[in-house]
C-alpha cells in the first residue's frame, strides 16, 4: 500500500524558511514521481512543484520558482520541499502526492491529473 506522510509545517514570519518533508512508502522509490500542492481558504487546489526520478526533472509554479527547492533523499524515501522568503500568500495547507507508477499523469500550477495517492496535509502560515 502506497503511504505519503507530508510533515514540517509550521508558523513563521514573512521572508523565513521552512522545510517540508514528504515520507514515502509502499512503491518502487527508484522510479517515482512526487508532487507537492498546496491549497489555502477559499482558493482550489494548485501545483507547486514535483520531482520525477525516471528522468531526472523538476518543475515549479512560477509563483515559488527561485523560491522554493524540491530534492529527494532516496536513502530515506523521503521527498523535501525547502521554502524560502516565504510570503504570506504562500499560507496554505500543503500536500504531497503521487501518481501509479507508468500511469499517466500532468501536472500544472491549476491543472492536472493522474494523482492517485496523497498524503494528509501540513499546515504553512506566513505571518505578515
Known amino acids: 500500500e502506497v503511504q505519503l506522510q507530508a510533515s514540517g509545517g509550521g508558523l513563521v514570519q514573512a521572508g523565513g524558511s521552512l522545510r517540508l518533508s514528504c515520507a514515502a512508502s509502499?512503491?518502487?522509490?527508484?522510479?517515482?514521481?512526487i508532487a507537492w500542492f498546496r491549497q489555502a481558504p477559499g482558493k482550489e487546489r494548485e501545483g507547486v512543484s514535483y520531482?520525477?526520478?525516471?528522468?531526472?526533472?523538476?518543475w515549479y509554479a512560477d509563483s515559488v520558482k527561485g523560491r522554493f527547492t524540491i530534492s529527494s533523499d532516496n536513502a530515506k524515501n523521503t521527498v523535501y520541499l525547502q521554502m524560502n522568503s516565504l510570503k504570506p500568500e504562500d499560507t496554505a495547507v500543503y500536500y504531497c502526492?503521487?501518481?501509479?507508477?507508468?500511469?499517466?499523469?500532468?501536472?500544472?500550477?491549476?491543472?492536472?491529473?493522474?494523482?492517485?495517492?496523497w498524503g494528509k496535509g501540513t499546515q504553512v502560515t506566513v505571518s505578515s
Open positions: 502526492a503521487a501518481p501509479s507508477t507508468g500511469s499517466s499523469w500532468y501536472m500544472g500550477a491549476s491543472y492536472y491529473y493522474g494523482m492517485d495517492y
Open positions: 520531482i520525477s526520478r525516471s528522468d531526472g526533472s523538476t
Open positions: 509502499g512503491f518502487t522509490f527508484d522510479d517515482y514521481t
